[in-house]
């Protein structure tokens, strides 16, 4: 049977919600949020959800997508252009090679293996900002943001699990 | 044929591992290619990243809305909490500036007065442009916002920000419809500016956290804690006396700063149009850019 275009749009941007999430993520962490004390601390939102998608659905979450998602923080944070787009291409590229390893682990299990890469990443880009800057980077609100990063981890792959469950599971 | 088969299939396996991989090096290739350009040549990615901002800047502004709401609600709860301790704090102050009040207008009157006498040239009057805050860079790396405010509304590179708390920044990016703020908190600000007592003149640092550094001041120089300090002037990019903040910690090592504005509060902010007269070219007024790169 036919699907007409209806059909063939709706498909579309089922299996674009990946991608979408990502890049909504990436909105959310550039915007005025006035919580006392959270700017200079603000989570890495969208590794969490490349992480996720990374293990779960790497098929609908192509490298072009991370390497995009990642400019567009750079640009709308005015940080140095790359940065984060080299971070989470790092994320996304770590985690597909261990992605046998995760999929199908219980949650503590994957939150455990986010727990080890974030840090890492985070180091990365904290190295490549020091020598952009030819300063050393303050490394206090790097730990803080690294922290509530890995604390918010249940939260947001609690939403992204649903999304894969409603709009995802058989495309 | 089942050999076929099975050397088909290894071999489109072999291919969509290897471009999935080559795919991987060649995106992180472009990413370490652009921090190198950005980095050797900053102003050839300039037209590209305001063109982007531009069209951002106006959906950001939009989502920014609910975003604020939450931290209304939020200030509504805090401030219901403190509203006693604010009131009793706020009618001692009041009584206390109500003191102060004849004693300024004397002093103001002098003050002209002492001018006129001694012939001094006025300093240069500064327009300001208010905009809202559509974008704040969180995160450790950088302490930028983003304004909704650009060439178009008389924004330019180089402008000092202020808020009616003191000193915010000053732009660093101006596209057409949106302009960055870079904080005097981000680690690449450089402040030139002055002890109200003792006029001593420093170099106030930001450090990417939520208090500044002085460096630079001179080794006779007596600060204390609760020092306030103001922008001297030097270099021509911020008019000189705007308040920034005061002297919250001496050690050793360093002098730390407080500073007047709560970043986290901040929802619009005016951008100063400030101009030393026969330095600046008349037909881009503060247009620092140029001086400043």
């Given at each position: 049977?036919?699907i007409?275009?209806?059909e063939?749009?709706?498909?579309?941007?089922k299996?674009?919600?990946?991608?979408?999430?990502?890049?909504l993520?990436?909105?959310?962490?550039?915007?005025?949020w006035?919580?006392?004390?959270?700017?200079?601390i603000?989570?890495?939102?969208?590794?969490?959800?490349?992480?996720?998608?990374?293990?779960?659905?790497?098929d609908?979450?192509?490298?072009?997508?991370?390497?995009?998602?990642?400019?567009?923080?750079?640009?709308?944070?005015?940080?140095?252009?790359?940065?984060?787009?080299?971070?989470?291409?790092?994320?996304?590229?770590i985690?597909?090679t261990?992605?046998?390893?995760?999929?199908?682990?219980?949650f503590?299990?994957v939150?455990?293996?986010?727990?080890l890469?974030?840090?890492?990443?985070?180091?990365?880009?904290?190295?490549?900002?020091?020598?952009?800057?030819?300063?050393?980077?303050p490394?206090?609100?790097?730990?803080?943001?690294?922290?509530?990063?890995?604390?918010?981890?249940?939260?947001?792959?609690?939403?992204?699990?649903?999304?894969?469950?409603s709009?995802?599971?058989?495309? | 044929?089942r050999?076929?088969?099975?050397?088909?299939?290894?071999?489109?396996?072999?291919?969509?591992?290897?471009?999935?991989?080559?795919?991987?090096f060649?995106?992180?290739?472009?990413?370490?290619?652009?921090?190198?350009?950005?980095?050797?040549?900053?102003?050839s990615?300039?037209?590209?990243?305001?063109?982007?901002?531009?069209?951002?800047?106006?959906?950001?502004?939009?989502?920014?809305?609910?975003?604020s709401?939450?931290?209304?609600?939020a200030?509504?709860?805090?401030s219901?909490?403190?509203?006693?301790?604010?009131?009793?704090?706020?009618?001692?102050?009041?009584?206390?500036?109500?003191?102060?009040?004849?004693?300024?207008?004397?002093?103001?009157?002098?003050n002209?007065?002492?001018?006129?006498?001694?012939?001094?040239?006025?300093?240069?009057?500064?327009k300001?442009?208010?905009?809202?805050?559509?974008?704040d860079?969180?995160?450790?790396?950088?302490?930028?916002?983003?304004?909704?405010?650009g060439?178009?509304?008389?924004?330019?590179?180089?402008?000092?920000?202020i808020?009616?708390?003191?000193?915010?920044?000053?732009?660093?990016?101006?596209?057409?419809?949106?302009?960055r703020?870079?904080?005097?908190?981000?680690?690449n600000s450089?402040?030139?500016?002055?002890l109200?007592?003792?006029?001593?003149?420093?170099?106030?640092?930001g450090?990417?956290?939520?208090?500044?550094?002085?460096?630079?001041?001179?080794?006779?120089?007596?600060?204390?804690?609760?020092?306030?300090?103001?922008?001297?002037?030097?270099?021509?990019?911020?008019?000189?006396?705007?308040?920034v903040?005061?002297?919250?910690?001496?050690?050793?090592?360093?002098?730390?700063?407080?500073?007047?504005?709560?970043?986290?509060?901040l929802?619009?902010?005016?951008?100063?149009?400030y101009?030393l007269?026969?330095?600046?070219?008349?037909?881009r007024?503060?247009?620092?850019?140029?001086?400043?790169?």
């Amino acid at each position: 049977m036919e699907i007409g275009w209806v059909e063939k749009s709706a498909l579309g941007i089922k299996s674009a919600t990946p991608i979408i999430s990502v890049f909504l993520l990436v909105v959310a962490s550039v915007l005025p949020w006035h919580l006392p004390g959270l700017a200079p601390i603000t989570p890495a939102f969208s590794l969490i959800a490349i992480y996720f998608w990374a293990i779960y659905r790497p098929d609908k979450l192509p490298y072009a997508a991370t390497f995009f998602a990642g400019i567009l923080q750079d640009i709308l944070s005015g940080g140095p252009l790359g940065m984060t787009a080299l971070v989470m291409l790092l994320l996304h590229g770590i985690v597909s090679t261990q992605r046998n390893f995760l999929q199908g682990k219980p949650f503590y299990v994957v939150w455990w293996g986010f727990s080890l890469l974030v840090p890492l990443v985070t180091l990365i880009g904290w190295g490549v900002a020091s020598l952009y800057f030819g300063l050393v980077v303050p490394i206090v609100p790097l730990v803080m943001h690294v922290i509530l990063t890995l604390l918010l981890y249940p939260f947001i792959s609690f939403v992204l699990v649903k999304l894969q469950n409603s709009l995802l599971v058989r495309i | 044929m089942r050999t076929i088969q099975g050397l088909a299939l290894l071999q489109i396996l072999f291919f969509r591992f290897f471009f999935q991989r080559s795919s991987f090096f060649i995106f992180i290739g472009f990413a370490v290619a652009l921090i190198v350009i950005s980095q050797v040549q900053p102003l050839s990615l300039e037209k590209i990243r305001t063109s982007i901002t531009d069209i951002a800047s106006p959906v950001l502004g939009f989502i920014s809305r609910p975003a604020s709401s939450v931290s209304n609600i939020a200030d509504n709860i805090e401030s219901i909490v403190a509203v006693r301790k604010e009131n009793a704090k706020l009618r001692e102050e009041n009584s206390r500036l109500m003191l102060w009040q004849p004693l300024v207008s004397h002093l103001e009157s002098e003050n002209l007065a002492l001018r006129k006498l001694l012939n001094v040239i006025p300093d240069p009057d500064s327009k300001f442009t208010t905009a809202r805050i559509v974008g704040d860079a969180g995160g450790p790396f950088v302490r930028t916002l983003l304004v909704a405010a650009g060439e178009n509304q008389g924004v330019y590179k180089g402008q000092a920000v202020i808020t009616h708390g003191g000193l915010v920044g000053r732009i660093v990016e101006a596209g057409n419809s949106s302009a960055r703020i870079l904080l005097i908190t981000d680690l690449n600000s450089r402040i030139p500016i002055v002890l109200e007592k003792g006029r001593n003149r420093g170099i106030l640092v930001g450090l990417n956290t939520d208090t500044l550094e002085i460096q630079f001041l001179p080794l006779n120089a007596q600060p204390d804690i609760g020092d306030r300090l103001v922008t001297s002037g030097a270099g021509g990019v911020f008019p000189p006396g705007l308040p920034v903040g005061y002297i919250s910690d001496i050690s050793e090592e360093s002098i730390q700063v407080e500073p007047w504005v709560t970043f986290d509060r901040l929802e619009f902010v005016s951008i100063l149009d400030y101009i030393l007269p026969g330095i600046m070219p008349s037909t881009r007024r503060a247009g620092l850019a140029d001086m400043i790169d």
